[in-house]
C-alpha cells in the first residue's frame, strides 16, 4: 500500500497568514493526489483534485502543487472558516490511501 | 443538488452484523464508482470497500475481507455495506462517498456512527 505521511500534524496560525501543508507519499503517485477539508463531526468536503486542480465553489485562496512524491496545499490569507483539519489522498493506486491529517488551529 | 444520505448504524455486539444504506439522489447514480469510507480517531480515513458502476468489481481493505460485503441497486439508487462478523475494531463513523471521474472522492454522506461493544 501508498503510504502517506503529512506535515505538520498541526498547526498554530493567525487570521491572515499564509500556511502550507506538506504530503509526500512513499512511492510516485503521479499527479493523483486530493486535498479535503474536515471540520469537527463533519464529513470531508474536497478542496483540490489532481494535485492542483480547485473543486467548484472552493476559494481561490486554497492551492494545490506538486507530482510524484511530493505535495502541498496552501492557504493564502487564512479565514476564520479555514481553521479545521487538512486531509491528502491518493487515488494512483489500489487501495486509496490518506494522510494523518494537519489540524490547523487559531493562534 | 447531489446528496448522499446514510442509515443503519447503531450499537451491535461483537460478532453480530449490521447492513448500512446509502440513498443517492441529485446525479446519475449508475454512473459513478462509489465508496463505503470509514473514520476513526485512532486510525483517521479508511476506504472499506469500493463498487464499479454495474456492481461487477468490488474491492476491500484487507481488514474486512470475507466479512463485508459491499453492494448497489441502481434502480433504487442505492448503496449498501452489509457488515457480519463484527469486531471491536470496525466502530467508526462510515461515509457513503461518491467517485469522481478524476478518481476523488468529490462527495460524501453525512456519515452513519457504527459501535461494536457488548
Known amino acids: 500500500d501508498v503510504q502517506m505521511t503529512q506535515s505538520p500534524s498541526s498547526l498554530s496560525a493567525s487570521v491572515g497568514d499564509r500556511v502550507t501543508i506538506i504530503c509526500r507519499a512513499s512511492q510516485s503517485i503521479s499527479n493523483y493526489l486530493n486535498w479535503y477539508q474536515q471540520k469537527s463531526g463533519k464529513a470531508p468536503v474536497l478542496l483540490i483534485y489532481t494535485a492542483s486542480s480547485l473543486q467548484s465553489g472552493v476559494p481561490s485562496r486554497f492551492s494545490g502543487r506538486g507530482s510524484g512524491t511530493e505535495f502541498s496545499l496552501t492557504i493564502t490569507s487564512l479565514q476564520p472558516e479555514d481553521f479545521a483539519t487538512y486531509y491528502c489522498?491518493?487515488?494512483?493506486?489500489?487501495?486509496?490511501?490518506f494522510g494523518q491529517g494537519t489540524k490547523v488551529e487559531i493562534k | 443538488e447531489v446528496q448522499l444520505v446514510e442509515s443503519g448504524g447503531g450499537l451491535v455486539q461483537p460478532g453480530g452484523s449490521l447492513r448500512l444504506s446509502c440513498e443517492a439522489s441529485?446525479?446519475?447514480?449508475?454512473?459513478?464508482?462509489m465508496n463505503w469510507v470509514r473514520q476513526t480517531p485512532g486510525k483517521g480515513l479508511e476506504r472499506v470497500a469500493t463498487?464499479?458502476?454495474?456492481?461487477?468489481?468490488?474491492y476491500y481493505v484487507d481488514s474486512v475481507k470475507g466479512r463485508f460485503t459491499i453492494s448497489r441497486d441502481n434502480a433504487k439508487n442505492s448503496l449498501y455495506l452489509q457488515m457480519n462478523s463484527l469486531r471491536a475494531e470496525d466502530t467508526a463513523v462510515y461515509y457513503c462517498?461518491?467517485?469522481?471521474?478524476?478518481?476523488?472522492?468529490?462527495?460524501w454522506g453525512q456519515g452513519t456512527l457504527v459501535t461494536v461493544s457488548s
Open positions: 462517498v461518491r467517485v469522481a471521474d478524476s478518481w476523488a472522492f468529490d462527495c
Open positions: 441529485g446525479f446519475t447514480f449508475n454512473s459513478h464508482w
Open positions: 463498487i464499479k458502476q454495474d456492481g461487477s468489481e468490488q
Open positions: 489522498h491518493q487515488s494512483h493506486s489500489r487501495p486509496p490511501t
